[in-house]
Structures are given as structure tokens and as C-alpha cells.
């Protein structure tokens, strides 16, 4: 019944800008710590950023000042602002779920993704 749903993905420039969206639902989004995840081909998964349920965040080194996390909890969203984008940002992006109300980095109940790809 956990149900993530991702878009917002595209064909960017490099330089430009992209907002991701997810849309939760199935479970007490308030409480949860979330997060979104990148994988592109041949690589491994990458946690890109997370936001507790109290608005704390954290941000992988290679997106920290360029992209932002935050959640708008009385819609369940999630959004993933993307500025300044580059070609090593291309990738499939998805949200997560903690796996539990105690968890801040183990997720679980992946959405289906959303592809991202800059190039000129």
C-alpha cells in the first residue's frame, strides 16, 4: 500500500535547472525520514540527499549547493530542486522511504524512478 511516485525528470542543458517531485502515499509521511537516490548506468546507487522528519538534511558532497531537498508534509511531497546541473548528474533518480519511524539511512519502498539527463 506504500506508494512513491516520481516526475518532474527531463532533458536539461547543462547549467540549468530541474525540480523532482514525489508524491507519497500509504503511510504517516509526517514521520518518516526521506530521501532521494541516483543511479546511472554502470554505476552504483547514490544516496543524493535526505530529509528527516524535523527538516534536517544531508547532501552527498558531489550535489551539496546545488541541489536542495524539502518536503511539503500536509501535501506528501517530497521535491529535489536541481541548479546548476551538470552531464555527472544524468541518472535515474528515485524516492525513498525510511524503513522505519527510527530509521534516518535505511530506506525502503522505492518509487519507480525518474529520468534525469543533462547534455547539450
Known amino acids: 500500500q506504500v506508494q512513491l511516485v516520481e516526475s518532474g525528470g527531463g532533458l536539461v542543458q547543462p547549467g540549468g535547472s530541474l525540480r523532482l517531485s514525489c508524491a507519497a502515499s500509504?503511510?504517516?509521511?509526517?514521520?518518516?525520514?526521506m530521501a532521494w537516490y541516483r543511479q546511472a548506468p554502470g554505476k552504483q546507487r547514490e544516496l543524493v540527499a535526505k530529509?528527516?522528519?524535523?527538516?534536517?538534511?544531508n547532501y552527498a558532497d558531489s550535489v551539496k549547493g546545488r541541489l536542495t531537498i524539502s518536503r511539503e508534509n500536509a501535501k506528501n511531497l517530497v521535491y529535489l530542486q536541481m541548479n546548476s546541473l551538470k552531464p555527472e548528474d544524468t541518472a535515474v533518480y528515485y524516492c525513498?522511504?525510511?524503513?522505519?519511524?527510527?530509521?534516518?539511512?535505511?530506506?525502503?519502498?522505492w518509487g519507480q524512478g525518474t529520468q534525469v539527463t543533462v547534455s547539450s
Open positions: 500509504g503511510f504517516i509521511f509526517s514521520i518518516y525520514t
Open positions: 530529509i528527516t522528519s524535523g527538516g534536517s538534511t
Open positions: 525513498c522511504k525510511a524503513s522505519s519511524t527510527l530509521s534516518i539511512d535505511s530506506f525502503d519502498s
